[in-house]
């Protein structure tokens, strides 16, 4: 095992407030937390990293939700609607016909705006009442603007989002309209959506919340939390690996945080890390470039194409925390095509559990890895899905069975019933193999 230690000595600097402080991952610079909004290095301009002058243990968390786990976040309590608590579903079919020893979803689509992203939200806009800003921002595929819309509404602060034209789900497009976000339509991907709102940011016009904000990482840091401490209940064990799917690489660098913290506490043994494990689409993988290639940062793809749209990302920005902590666990990262996502998103659907496309990649992905041999059937696997099923409403539809016409008349419908009971399975089936 790698180092796994937090880099810098765990003392608060001159500059820290309330044991809380910023840190570059590149040179070490600190910097105060809360005296204006800083977003990377002053210094170098490489990523920052929340820090604290103690470390968490499981003992130190009570209470429900995000906020259970205020000894390992910068403030007590935030605008909460609320988030987190989400179910860690068995899925028994699913886990045999993979063939692992368990198999558990950590289903983050339950949470208030149907995404993880509001775990980061609640942490970031309490973030942003501290700085005393009137005006946040965020460029999204979807899913980070509904969170910011709803969150910077509850907190009554003027919200804009900038989405890539035609290339966000409905349901998500929806949500952001409804909590009362300004939308604005780039013409161009999310990449250049997030070159613009960094830079509306240097320009102090709004601040930004996409997961370049340390401070939402520290929010999604709980999903992590909440993984071991689930399934530890039930198994008595921690898992052997969680797989997720990866965009901006926010939640596998959020997930790596807390381990370590955990394993600086001192309740995680740096044997019982989960191995950190990211799935990307086929037309979107840099990060999977990356490991198999041994970088130190990811390429930037110009070109990418998937129906995973959370996860169409070609410039990775949490690339630089994110890759060390799949290397340091013994993870590893994987490729997967959409024909075998929407397959994942069905598999799923059928025991109930209903995910967005990108969500499915993780368990595409573990499916990948079983059928290499680099999972091995003995492990204990978590499988992150991040979205909920109805914030791609298309793309359910597509991936689901046909709706049948029938007339208005009961025995019409029972003579329909009778005759596809066996015609019908046997079409459906034959129509997933195509
Ligand atoms: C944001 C998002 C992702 C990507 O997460 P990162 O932390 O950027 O890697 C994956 N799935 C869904 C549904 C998302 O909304
Ligand atoms: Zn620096």
């Keep these: 095992m790698a180092d796994l230690e937090l880099p810098t000595a765990n003392s608060a600097p001159e500059c820290a407030e309330d044991g809380v402080w910023l840190a570059c991952i590149e040179c070490g610079a600190v910097h105060a937390p809360y005296e204006g909004p800083v977003y990377t290095c002053p210094d170098c301009d490489s990523l920052l990293e929340v820090r604290y002058d103690s470390y968490p243990t499981f003992d130190d968390f009570s209470g429900r939700g995000v906020w259970r786990y205020a000894a390992a976040l910068p403030f007590d309590e935030g605008v909460s609607l609320p988030e987190g608590d989400t179910p860690l579903h068995r899925v028994p079919r699913l886990e045999a016909d993979v063939g692992v020893r368990n198999l558990r979803i950590k289903h983050e689509g339950m949470n208030p705006t149907g995404s993880f992203k509001d775990r980061g939200m609640t942490v970031g806009v309490r973030v942003a009442q501290e700085l005393g800003v009137d005006r946040l921002a965020c460029a999204s595929t979807g899913n980070t603007s509904a969170a910011l819309a709803a969150y910077g509404g509850r907190a009554d602060l003027e919200t804009l989002v900038l989405l890539p034209a035609g290339k966000v789900a409905a349901g998500k497009v929806a949500q952001a309209a ?103 689409a086929e037309g979107a993988a840099p990060m999977v470039e990356a490991i198999e290639e041994d970088l130190d940062d990811t390429r930037r793809w110009e070109e990418v194409e998937t129906r995973a749209t959370a996860i169409r990302i070609g410039n990775p920005v949490n690339a630089p925390k994110a890759l060390p902590g799949i290397r340091e666990t013994g993870g590893t990262a994987v490729a997967v095509s959409d024909e075998a996502i929407t397959r994942a998103q069905r598999d799923l659907a059928e025991e109930g559990v209903g995910v967005e496309p990108a969500s499915a990649a993780s368990v595409a992905g573990l499916r990948e890895l079983r059928d290499r041999g680099v999972v091995d059937d003995g492990e204990d696997v978590v499988c992150l899905t991040t979205g909920h099923l109805l914030k791609d409403p298309e793309a359910a539809a597509e991936a689901g069975s046909e709706p049948e016409p029938v007339p208005n008349d009961t025995d019409a419908i029972l003579a329909h019933l009778a005759g596809k009971s066996v015609g019908g399975g046997l079409l459906g089936r034959l129509r997933r193999l195509l």
Excluded: M, W
């Design 178 to 280: 409804l909590h009362g976000a300004r939308i604005l339509e780039v013409d161009g991907n999310f990449d250049a959506c997030l070159d613009r709102v960094q830079d509306l940011a240097d320009r102090g016009e709004a601040y930004l919340l996409n997961s370049l904000n340390p401070f939402r990482l520290e929010g999604q840091k709980t999903i992590g939390f909440e993984i071991l401490e689930g399934f530890y209940a039930d198994e008595g064990r921690f898992p052997d690996r969680v797989v997720l799917p990866v965009g901006n690489a926010g939640n596998t660098a959020a997930l790596y945080k807390c381990f370590r913290e955990l394993v600086r506490g001192g309740d995680l043994a740096p044997g019982d890390v989960p191995k950190l494990t990211g799935v990307q």
